[in-house]
């Protein structure tokens, strides 16, 4: 069965900026992120609820819906907020398609998020054949190609369709491609099961628990919050990471979180007022550090230099990390080329905001050396103040070998990517702290 082994599909030009120094390491990279990550993690607002009975409440809807066969959760002992729901047995995981079904073509950001466990949405179902019935069980591809048309009613056909898995018709051809008025909503396809083994649970975060990637959780432990301090989260859109801050924080202190997007603060406030440490504001973070003198340290930006004790940067950048990247929609060189520009104008920004002493966390979701090891050795050039401590909790790998970074300061950093221990997103976290006066 066909299966990518880059997301790239061939574009060697693009292939050849992820890893310049450490290219040996390259093919076996790529088709990692071709694959999908096994494990799913939740992460419970201990302010809530307690975390035994959250554990009980996924338990319980894993046996409705699965019986004996539900596949384990389990915690993680230096994470305490954190609910893991393993894959299910190899055994049990399909591996063909049914020749009897009918076929569903979705593109491939749908199909990737079916193998992590999602359903379909109305607005992800490419093409219907014309006479497939409600509650009726379809398999699901995705196209590669991308060149499957919208409504198409007959079986596409096409060497680079991938097979994803199983679901039940919820909606018929009529709602999801006749109505022109309004666009369709709601889950048309219920998946039934999938080729990675994930459980297709859909998302079941609510206020007491969020779906997230585990990097992500361990990102802010790394930055490790403390009750009554005040911090910066530079890029904080969707807010995941600054409710675990004020969350670590028991609620106590100040957490500023900044993005220069008006829509994105605006669907990120109601997770965030249920908070009463932190305080949302649409602005330019590459800009935050104010012009004037002033030692005050004002509520709203930009602020005066040194106004924070941590600072989380979880910077932009390419996005190379989130697997299974099945084709990547980023196709030129220069694309990838532009985001260290951006990355090293916001970490500037950082250094004169934090206070002597401070600690700045500075994370990527992606697995590009320009844009993780390479900011980090560029960072200590040019701010001789920073130094690097150990990134912990650790749970992915140290970080890759440059000519100037020092083999100490890479095994400081932390890496995810074929971690033996870990099966997760690509992400990476480097931690630094501001050298007193």
């Known amino acids: 069965m066909f299966y990518p082994k880059s997301p790239f599909l061939g574009n060697s030009l693009l292939e050849a900026e992820i890893l310049k120094v450490n290219s040996a390491a390259l093919s076996q990279l790529l088709e990692w992120l071709c694959q999908t990550p096994r494990v799913t993690t939740y992460r419970v607002n201990r302010l809530r609820t307690n975390v035994d009975t959250h554990k009980k409440q996924l338990e319980e809807h894993l046996a409705q819906r699965y019986g004996q066969q539900a596949p384990r959760i389990y915690g ?47 607005p992800g179902v490419l093409a219907m054949e014309s006479n497939t019935q409600l509650q009726e069980c379809v398999n699901v591809y995705a196209d590669l190609a991308g060149k499957c048309k919208r409504g198409t009613t007959t079986r596409y056909e096409s060497s680079e369709k991938v097979f994803v898995g199983v679901g039940k018709v919820l909606m018929q051809r009529y709602q999801l491609y006749n109505n022109k008025d309004e666009a369709p909503t709601g889950i048309a396809v219920e998946m039934q099961s999938n080729v990675s083994g994930v459980p297709s649970l859909g998302d079941l975060s609510s206020a007491d628990a969020l779906l997230q990637n585990l990097p992500s959780i361990v990102c802010v432990r790394v930055l490790d919050p403390q009750p009554g301090e005040r911090i910066l989260d530079m890029c904080a859109a969707p807010g995941n990471k600054t409710t675990h801050i004020a969350e670590l924080m028991g609620d106590q202190g100040c957490v500023v979180a900044l993005d220069n997007s008006a829509s994105r603060v605006r669907g990120m406030l109601t997770k965030l007022n249920s908070y009463r440490s932190i305080q949302a504001h649409v602005y330019d973070s590459t800009k935050a550090v104010a012009v004037s003198c002033d ?51 916001l970490l500037g920004q950082a250094v004169q905001l934090l206070r002597p002493g401070g600690i700045l966390v500075y994370s990527t979701c992606t697995v590009t050396e320009a844009e993780c090891e390479g ?19 650790r749970y992915g790998g140290a970080g890759l070998p440059l000519p100037d970074l020092e083999a100490k300061q890479s095994s400081l950093l932390q890496r995810f990517g074929r971690c033996k221990d870990i099966d997760t997103v690509g992400f990476f976290i480097a931690k630094f702290q501001k050298e007193l006066k």
């Open 295 to 345: 030692a005050s340290c004002p509520a709203a930006p930009p602020f005066s230099s040194g106004s924070f004790d941590r600072i989380l940067l979880d910077a932009p950048c390419s996005g190379l990390g989130n697997r299974p990247q099945l084709l990547c929609s980023i196709k030129q060189a220069k694309v990838l080329q532009s985001y260290p520009n951006i990355q090293r104008r």
């Open 76 to 122: 993680l002992a230096d994470l305490p907020e954190v609910l893991c729901i393993a894959p299910f047995e190899a055994e049990l995981v399909l591996r063909e398609p049914d020749p009897t079904l009918n076929e569903i073509i979705v593109d491939t950001s749908c199909g990737a998020a079916l193998l992590r466990g999602a359903h379909i949405y109305a």
């Open 375 to 393: 900011i980090v050795a560029w960072a200590l050039r040019k701010y001789p103040e920073l130094r690097l401590v150990d990134a912990t909790p």
